[in-house]
């Protein structure tokens, strides 16, 4: 009965131990620079600017991704562009704001702005709102750009 209950304490210690690692990477987490939650790459494909976005997407990173989305120097929008979100989990109101100000950027340059690989998560959200109806979501960067 006293290897058992040695036993049972053994977990108990082991499951201690993890709780304070999960603690700590919370902890970090909530002090890192919030920006920093996502990650931008710009590249130019057949004409098209396609920006590829990782991470989260809420008010603190909204003009990070305005940036990315538009001219840096503020000049007239780039016209076509594809925005892949297949690495982004999670997206607010910020985010639903940031595209539609996008779209109608490029709209009134002649341009357009389309949407692809969103995972379900995000593509509902898209969708609650009616914004795939006013973007075009596809489900890859090809069918974006060849659309």
């Known amino acids: 009965m006293g290897a058992s209950h040695h036993g049972r304490g053994a977990e108990s210690a082991a499951h201690g131990a993890n709780l304070s690692a999960v603690e700590e990477t919370v902890t970090d987490n909530q002090k890192a620079d919030r ?4 990650s931008v790459e710009r590249e130019v494909i057949d004409g098209v600017r396609v920006v590829t976005v990782r991470g989260e997407i809420d008010h603190d990173v909204k003009g990070v991704l305005t940036e990315a989305l ?5 000049a007239v929008p780039p016209p076509r562009i ?3 979100l297949s690495g982004v989990t999670f ?3 910020s985010g639903i704001n940031v595209f539609v100000a996008a779209y109608q950027q490029v709209s009134g340059a002649q341009g357009w702005l389309r949407i692809a690989g969103a995972q379900d998560s995000v593509l509902r959200v898209l969708q609650m709102v009616g914004v795939d109806t006013l973007i ?5 960067i090809e069918q974006a750009l060849h659309t």
């Open 136 to 140: 075009p979501c596809h489900a890859t």
């Open 91 to 93: 997206m607010d109101s």
């Open 82 to 84: 594809v925005a892949d």
């Open 70 to 74: 538009l001219s840096e120097d503020g």
């Open 35 to 38: 920006p920093r939650r996502l």
